[in-house]
């Protein structure tokens, strides 16, 4: 299994009672009142020092995402982090760009650009993830007219994977985008272009996707596996039914990991920045989260026979204890090796090859940061790379130019 | 769905690669309605209209099952289904009634086949925008706010007529997507370029507002009239954004009168 440090770079020091005071961590959060640039400048190093970390000591990919006005990850411009990461991760690790979300630009040749940018200044080692955006960020603070926000991300999605692989100049005529002039340069080093990574909360759409044009498709969510089982069940029956293989490389799922000495110590130094995350960085209000029009009629039936809705809500109402999270799987934490054991039993269960680890979780500080990317790097990830390979399957979504860590080699550099 | 005991039919009229859903009540003179987000109902409202006109209120199109909106992506290609659907009614020249987001359509049909509307009347509608009284984002809310925001009294019968049950995700999701057919029209802000065309309407106009409109300040009711050649504008006491429910006698007294002395 593929580990990639996932970051969502949350702001780490939100007032106290801000899921009292405020409406929600998205969309409305006042920026003047909540946002202090001088804070972020330091979290801007953090962050960046934590994903070079993990670089360092050998996992597979560093992962970064785009959100829009939200606390808990405020990285409007993925790609401006990624391209700092491409200079400075020397042990050539993945650049998961998770991803850039299509509907927002028009036209979407910024987006073939600036991932061709990536891909060469990386020397080949990009993911380009190609999200749907959430309603939050697509419909609320991008003004997308939501039922527009699926013919715009296909419709970008064609337009970005042609630029890539027709030569220029070729001229697309599509509803949002008209150029007359394709031609991006430079196009990507990958050939035939970046590997697609698809990612989502569930829709249909985007699983037939995923088969449809070999992509691989991770399942984002903050609420385990266990929430997650009918949702990859969902995935794997789609690609069953359209005859694709169960190559466990075509998904990935994200998960909150918290490691230290033993399972005591994993809650005594982790809860307090874990209980952050979920009170305050998931403080949303029901109606941000789908703005009518946003899920197609396809889409919510299957959440409806799923019982998403009922089950969000009943995940939304626990008491975030302990307890109830590791219980839960919304948080995997303890000892290396309990969390090793968590982590296979899951990616078994959910039939996933891509780990994206959240491994810093809300207010958690930059020192206990770097010791749980470090306890992972150091005694996590050599228990878990190896569990598909009895399987033989290849990962054909893997960036080409990043290395590939098949055996667990000593680290290139030490920080 | 009829409410009161008057005779409506419902028909099913093909307007290009569209079909159009429209119930038809009443005798005389005919008369287009569009109706708001709330949806259709044959109402006291229609059927006091149904007295005196033969009434076409239209559901609007793109909340069921098919690909409706993909065919309608902007205003413009919505003001010509309306335009076509008249054509295919066998109606040359009508008096056009139109709430909210109606009223927005209604409008934008009027400026732009003025020859074909003449009588227009607008209950609150939207379609203008003021800085200084920004319309409120109503997805942007909790559904329980509305009734306060649309409403005089938030609490009255009115009020439980909006909800949907809590309970009910497919209830839930049917009324999300007739909502979504409107806000594909009016995303983020319902100014679609109405100021920019408006002058053209020709026919004699009716504005109604609530007092209360919290929704639709009853200021947009003035910057209406200010760009019409043509208009009158009736504010009603005690409702709110639905007045001709809310407040049902004076907006009845105020429509009829404007449409009779059409004959005189």
Request: aromatic share 10%; with cysteine.
């Amino acid at each position: 299994m593929k580990s990639i440090f996932f970051h969502l770079m949350p702001y780490r020091d939100l007032p106290v009672d801000f899921e009292q005071r405020y409406e929600s961590i998205w969309v409305t959060p006042p920026n003047t009142e909540l946002c202090d640039p001088r804070r972020v400048a330091q979290y801007y190093q953090w962050n960046l020092d934590e994903l070079e970390l993990a670089d360092a000591l050998g996992f597979d990919g560093v992962g970064v995402n785009e959100h829009h006005q939200n606390g808990y990850g405020f990285m409007a411009s993925p790609n401006l982090m990624a391209a700092s990461l491409a200079r400075r991760t020397p042990n050539n690790s993945a650049i998961m760009v998770l991803g850039n979300t299509l509907a927002l630009y028009a036209p979407a040749t910024r987006v073939a650009e600036e991932f061709a940018m990536l891909d060469v200044l990386s020397n080949g080692r990009l993911a380009a993830g190609f999200p749907v955006g959430t309603s939050m960020d697509v419909n609320f603070c991008y003004g997308v007219t939501p039922t527009e926000t699926r013919p715009r991300f296909r419709e970008a999605e064609e337009l970005i994977t042609r630029a890539w692989t027709e030569p220029g100049p070729f001229t697309f005529n599509g509803r949002y985008n008209q150029l007359r002039y394709v031609n991006p340069w430079p196009q990507p080093l990958q050939q035939p272009h970046p590997p697609v990574w698809l990612a989502g909360g569930g829709s249909v759409e985007t699983w037939e996707l995923a088969a449809a044009k070999n992509y691989t498709y991770s399942y984002l969510s903050f609420f385990g596996a266990k929430f997650g089982k009918k949702l990859m069940d969902g995935f794997w029956s789609t690609m069953d039914e359209l005859g694709i293989d169960r190559n466990p490389f075509r998904a990935g799922f994200a998960q909150q990991i918290c490691v230290s000495e033993t399972d005591e110590r994993a809650e005594q130094e982790y809860l307090e920045h874990v209980t952050y995350f979920f009170n305050k960085c998931l403080h949303i209000p029901p109606y941000f989260f789908e703005a009518p029009g946003y899920r197609t009629r396809k889409s919510t039936e299957f959440a409806i026979k799923t019982n998403q809705p009922g089950a969000i809500a009943a995940a939304a109402a626990l008491e975030k204890n302990w307890k109830t999270l590791v219980e839960e799987g919304f948080i995997i934490a303890g000892s290396p090796s309990t969390v090793a054991d968590r982590l296979i039993e899951v990616a078994r269960t959910l039939r996933v090859g891509n780990l994206h680890a959240l491994l810093q979780i809300g207010s958690m500080p930059h020192e206990l940061t770097k010791k749980n990317i470090t306890l992972f790097a150091e005694e996590v990830i050599p228990r878990i790379r190896h569990i598909w390979d009895d399987e033989g399957w290849t990962h054909e979504w893997w960036p080409s130019g990043a290395a590939v860590r098949a055996v667990t080699a000593e680290p290139a550099a030490q920080v | 769905m009829t409410v009161t005991g008057a005779h409506t039919e419902e028909r099913e009229v093909r307007v290009g690669p569209l079909t159009a859903r429209v119930l038809v009540g009443g005798t005389g003179e005919p008369l287009l309605f569009l109706h708001g987000a709330a949806g259709l109902m044959w109402d006291p409202f229609l059927d006091g209209l149904a007295a005196s006109h033969t009434v076409y209120a239209v559901h609007h199109p793109g909340s069921g099952e098919g690909e409706d909106l993909s065919h309608l992506p902007g205003i413009w290609e919505l003001v010509l289904f309306y335009d076509e659907l008249l054509d295919a009614l066998g109606l040359d020249r009508v008096t056009v009634v139109g709430h909210s987001f109606g009223g927005m359509v209604a409008a934008e049909l009027a400026a732009n086949s003025p020859r074909r509307v003449d009588r227009l009347v607008l209950l609150a509608p939207i379609g203008l925008w003021l800085d200084e009284h920004p319309i409120p984002d109503i997805a942007g809310m909790p559904p329980t706010e509305l009734p306060a925001l649309v409403l005089a009294d938030p609490t009255g019968p009115l009020a439980r007529a909006m909800e949907v049950p809590a309970d009910d995700p497919q209830a839930q999701f049917e009324a999300a997507m007739r909502m979504a057919s409107i806000l594909h029209f009016i995303w983020p802000i319902p100014d679609k370029g109405l100021d920019r065309r408006i002058h053209r309407v020709s026919a004699p106009t009716l504005l109604v507002w609530g007092e209360q409109d919290r929704l639709v300040d009853p200021a947009y009711g003035p910057a209406f009239v200010g760009h019409l050649r043509d208009a009158r504008l009736v504010t009603v006491p005690d409702a709110g954004h639905l007045p001709h429910l809310e407040n049902p006698a004076p907006v009845a007294e105020a429509v009829h009168g404007f449409l009779d002395t059409k004959e005189s």
